[in-house]
């Protein structure tokens, strides 16, 4: 039933030529790529055997993300726009953004080709001095170093933002008094909602990011600070232009990749966990 609703909401599903993982709900079996063990170690080494099947995932992973990017450069302007606008209002529409007190985002890069989050950011933050007590805690990505880290960072203007070597607007981590920014891992309460961008996206939870590692790093971080504190997880939520969304077991996965708990496209919300089921109902 599940399956069917979710279904009836996808449009498009775009099917790429590449080699096909076995389809595997993300859910029910997250590690759907399981290991290799050999049979004796005088066979072949356990460690050589899994460096071979992660190479083999994250080359698959490599030529996923190239197959996506030509595909988002077809993109007509226009065509973003509708999609970005439809995405915008799905999400500023919903109940589940409307009750969210405290989220982390991502500041879109257009030149990324990222689903835009300029009206979803600017509905967070304040806009006259004295609103303050109607808007969201923002958290947002700054990125430290080569390493996977990457911090969350609470800001309350997109004037705290300056552009990094990537051509990404970050944070800087003091802001204009010399004060540090709050780091959301070391914030005294949980943010309930994480707006994600990715490469590509399935109908199982499958995420395929940019290949930094940084989102994947930082999610597994902050569930585990969730649970240390008893808090209740955040909802997981990616955004994706249609032809992001692949087929089920076309994004391959390892061990490292957290699923997300929906996803929201043009034709709207794709509710995955059962976490989503119930906060998106
Ligand atoms: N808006 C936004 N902010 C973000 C991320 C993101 O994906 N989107 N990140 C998520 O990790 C982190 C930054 N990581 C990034 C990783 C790669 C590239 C990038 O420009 N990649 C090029 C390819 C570069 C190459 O192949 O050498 C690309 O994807 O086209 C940008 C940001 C933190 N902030
Ligand atoms: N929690 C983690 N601990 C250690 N290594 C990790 C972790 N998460 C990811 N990595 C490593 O980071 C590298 C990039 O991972 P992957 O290709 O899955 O990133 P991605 O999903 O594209 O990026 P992101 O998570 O930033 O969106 C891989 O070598 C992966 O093993």
Sequence with gaps: MIKNAVASLMVRLHHLPLPRAPPASTYRHH???RLPRPA???VRPAAAMSTTAEQAVADQKRALRTEVRRALKALSPDQRASEDLAIQTTILNSS??????RLCAYISCYQLREVDTSKILAECLPSNPGQEELTKDLYVPRVEDK???MRMLKITTMDDLVKNSMNILEPSPVDASGNDREDVLTASSPVDLFLLPGQAFDRTGRRL???????DTFLLKYQELTKEKEWKQPLLVA???SAQIMEEGVIPVNSTDVPIDALVSSSGVIPISPAALERMK
Aim: aromatic share 20%.
């Design 40 to 42: 004796s170690a005088s």
């Design 239 to 241: 955004l994706s232009y």
């Design 147 to 149: 390493n996977r880290n």
């Design 31 to 33: 590690h759907a790529l």
């Design 96 to 101: 589940w953004f409307k009750a969210s007190k």
């Design 209 to 215: 990011g940019r290949g930094g590692g940084y989102y």
